[in-house]
């Protein structure tokens, strides 16, 4: 078998040392070629030279989830063919990994790759959907070029809040829970929008819901974590179906105790619910409208400002080794 591992050097949770030791690991077991990126989009530069290749088996991607990102939509530049695209495995090494989690792989970077290597021995894998965003026809986005994503994305509330701690981040900070509490708190009292949504969700054979104030878009659950703990925004969604969204239309100081206290409780069983609660699931095909540009999102990296984005959900997009 031979393999490109793409190794995120400024992953969070690894060291040079620990990395060398999983490129050992794995090149005991194949033909491994180990690259370490220098520069944003090189993973996904990597991963489509990969796919575009006729000999490359596997595609390891070696980081967080913006680097597992990368590297999907590297895999996937020229649309999905699992049956002919290298397949993928995941070492997490960044700071949350909810894509490596949602998988059932552990959240250790040493034990991952032991996981890893028996499943390739034991030859499992699974062919997993995917949510694919791009720009609305006729919208000021058209232009914006679709991009997939593994387990989520937001528009409006939750993208600031990763605006806001992607800031932090390139002024030194450390990415921590306690820095997304803090920056969470600081969107919510600075929120122009909270009393009246700006967000319109359209879908085929449905009317429109407008006055949204905050809209999450699942192809999985959990949708993150909290330390060891889940959080379950769509309990439902699930890599085997299409898209799953929880929006919101109010953002008052007792509707977000409400939500957020329900967000913290959720479970594989229930999430938030209420009368401002929108809760969506196995949808196909929607458009995201806004009156203003707001925030975007994509498994959790900060993507700008957008007015209008249009999702699908695909089934089958990419075979993973779990």
Known sequence: ??????????????????RDVLIHALASEMKLEAVTTEYRGHARDLARRAAESDDMDMVVALGG??????????????????????????????????????????????????????????????????????????????????????????FGFDAGVIGRVEQHRERGKRSTHALYIRQALRQFLEEPHRRQG??????????????????????????????????????????DTALDVLALSRLSTPAVARYATQLLTSSPERGPRGKHALALHDVTDFALHSKVPLPFQMDGDHLGVRTSVTFTGVRRALRVIV
């Open 198 to 239: 700006m967000i319109t969700l359209e879908r085929p054979g449905a009317e429109p819901v407008s006055d949204l104030v905050l809209s999450i878009v699942c192809n999985t659950s959990p949708w993150t974590y909290l330390g060891n703990r889940p959080v379950y925004a769509s309990p439902d969604a699930s890599f």
């Open 1 to 18: 078998m031979r393999a490109l591992l793409v190794v995120n050097p400024a992953a969070t949770t690894t060291s040079a040392r620990t």
């Open 65 to 154: 989830d913006g680097t597992v990102n990368e590297v999907v939509n590297g895999l996937l530049h020229h649309g999905p063919d699992p049956d002919r695209l290298p397949r993928l495995a995941v070492v997490p090494g960044g700071s949350t990994n909810v894509f490596a989690r949602a998988l059932g792989l552990p959240n250790d970077a040493v034990e991952a790759t032991g996981a890893i290597l028996d499943a390739l021995r034991d030859r499992t894998e699974r062919t997993i959907g995917l949510g694919l965003a791009a720009g609305t026809p006729g919208t000021e986005d058209e232009g914006v070029p679709p991009r997939w994503f593994t387990f989520c994305a937001g």
